[in-house]
C-alpha cells in the first residue's frame, strides 16, 4: 500500500463527483481498512479524514497539500495564496506569487490546445513575465525560482510526512497489516 496515494485520495474526498476524485476512490479498493466498505462508506471515512488533517496539520503543511494535490481551483488559489505570503525571498511579491503557483502546477508536456483545462496558459511559466517590468537579471529570477521551489518542496515532503504520521495514529494504517 502506498501511504501517500491514500493521503492524496483523502484529500481528494472533498472533490467527490469529479471524476479524477472518483478514479482515486475507486483505485484503492480495499486499501487502507475499507475492507469491505462500501464506495459510499469509504467516502464518508475520508471525509472525516481529510477533516482531520485539516484540524491537526500545520497551516502552511494543509496549504501546501491543497495547493499541490487537490482539485478545485478556488480552494488551490486560497492555499497558493497563503503560501505565497509566507515563503521567505528577496523576490518581490508579484515574482513569490508566480513561482509558487507553478510550483504547484508544474508545466506539462504538450502542444498547447492538446492540454488538458486544468493545466496553466503557457506563458504564465515565462519568468519574463513574472518581474512585473522591475528589469531583474535572469539570473537572478532563476535563483529566486530555484529557491522557493526548492521551499515548496521541503514544505511538501513535511506536510506529508505530517499527514502519513496523523493517518498513522488514526490507525487507518494498522487496519490493512493483519
Known amino acids: ?3 501517500v496515494s491514500v493521503l492524496v485520495r483523502i484529500l481528494l474526498a472533498g472533490s ?3 471524476p479524477a476524485s472518483a478514479g482515486w ?8 481498512g475499507y ?4 464506495r459510499q462508506e469509504r467516502f464518508k471515512l475520508d471525509c472525516d479524514h481529510r477533516r482531520h488533517l485539516h484540524q491537526h496539520l500545520l497551516p502552511r503543511h494543509w496549504d501546501a497539500l491543497i495547493a499541490r494535490y487537490t482539485l478545485d481551483p478556488a480552494v488551490r488559489g486560497q492555499s ?7 515563503v521567505a525571498t528577496h523576490a518581490h511579491q508579484h515574482f513569490k506569487f508566480y513561482a509558487v503557483l507553478t510550483w504547484a502546477e508544474p508545466q506539462k508536456p504538450g502542444m498547447e490546445g ?5 493545466v496553466l496558459q503557457a506563458d504564465i511559466y515565462d519568468m519574463n513575465r513574472w518581474d512585473d517590468n522591475m528589469g531583474t537579471p535572469e539570473r537572478t529570477r532563476r535563483r ?6 526548492e521551499t515548496m518542496n521541503g514544505m511538501l515532503d513535511e506536510a506529508i510526512k505530517a499527514g502519513i504520521q496523523l493517518l498513522d495514529e488514526r490507525g487507518l494504517f494498522h487496519e490493512t497489516a493483519a
Open 35 to 38: 475492507g469491505g466498505l462500501g
Open 16 to 18: 467527490e463527483g469529479k
Open 80 to 86: 497558493i495564496k497563503a503560501l505565497g505570503r509566507i
Open 144 to 149: 529566486w525560482r530555484a529557491s522557493i521551489h
Open 1 to 3: 500500500m502506498n501511504k
Open 114 to 118: 492538446k492540454r488538458s483545462t486544468g
Open 25 to 32: 476512490v475507486d483505485a484503492d479498493r480495499g486499501c487502507a
